[in-house]
């Protein structure tokens, strides 16, 4: 029964790979960084578990935590981006090609 | 059995909420359903007994979280007009799932090899307020510093980054 989570944690992180390499929309991108983040806090959740260990609790707070600080500070790159390109394709974002 | 069907029912959720994601052209409709997702992984978190997680999933993931990126999404006022055209999409996303393939699999295998442990909720206070909150504070204080000084650091370069005035060019 406990695997069952953790197929559900790798089909999620799987989906979240696939949306960043196919799509093309920043906020997409953005938001399946988010998913695969969240896949790998369903894991330490039932790692946690099946060990009877608080450890991955504490684990899953910090990704929580870095997740919300990677957020505003993509977020603050996403509309300077967006006032310099007005757009939101992550093909037109090419300032460092050689 | 009770636990099972929730399971299910919050697993489905969670896959479609994430097939929406990829496959919504307008950020907004993703973020939506990316919220669904959220809100279901917060359910198997409280099937899983970790109470103080659960909590955390609502209230910064699905609340605080989102709630700042659609706020983002919002303000940049989007039109189906700006955004990128995507005709290739379908193609990109059976092309990436052929790339992923193998790994997911991989893990698959890695997971089929694990022993089998049951889920139903330990009593315990397991994954309280107070007995997370006591390993954080005497197991993991030197970490819990560090996401400290990296909330920091962000909200400095937010307010470097989004906060220029024109004056200072």
């Known amino acids: ?98 | 059995m009770i636990a099972d069907g929730l399971f299910i029912g919050f697993a489905m959720l969670a896959v479609l909420g994430a097939v929406g994601l990829i496959l919504f052209q307008h950020p907004m409709n993703g973020a939506m359903s990316f919220v669904i997702t959220l809100i279901s992984l917060a359910g198997l978190y409280a099937l899983l007994s970790a109470k103080l997680i659960f909590a955390l999933q609502l209230i910064v993931y699905a609340g605080a979280i989102m709630s700042l990126i659609v706020f983002i999404i919002m303000f940049l006022n989007i039109q189906p007009d700006d955004l990128p055209k995507e005709e290739t999409k379908l193609l990109y996303i059976i092309g990436s799932m052929i790339v992923v393939l193998p790994i997911g699999l991989f893990l698959v295998k890695i997971v089929k090899s694990l022993p089998m442990s049951s889920t139903a909720i330990i009593g315990n206070n397991f994954g309280g307020v107070k007995e997370v909150g006591l390993l954080l504070f005497k197991d993991w204080l030197v970490p819990f510093e560090i996401v400290s000084i990296l909330l920091l650091v962000s909200l400095i370069g937010a307010v470097v980054l989004a906060g220029k005035r024109e004056a200072n060019k």
């Open chain 1, 1 to 98: 029964m406990i695997h069952n989570y953790l197929l559900l944690s790798i089909l999620l992180f799987c989906l979240g790979i696939v949306g960043v390499i196919s799509r093309r929309n920043v906020f997409t991108v953005f938001m399946s960084i988010e998913l695969m983040l969240n896949a790998a806090n369903l894991a330490f959740i039932t790692f946690s578990r099946m060990h009877e260990s608080m450890n991955g609790h504490v684990l899953a707070m910090m990704v929580i935590a870095v997740a919300a600080a990677e957020a505003a500070l993509a977020l603050a790159v996403v509309i300077l981006l967006h006032k310099h390109k007005s757009t939101l394709d992550t093909n037109v974002f090419s300032l460092l090609k050689g």
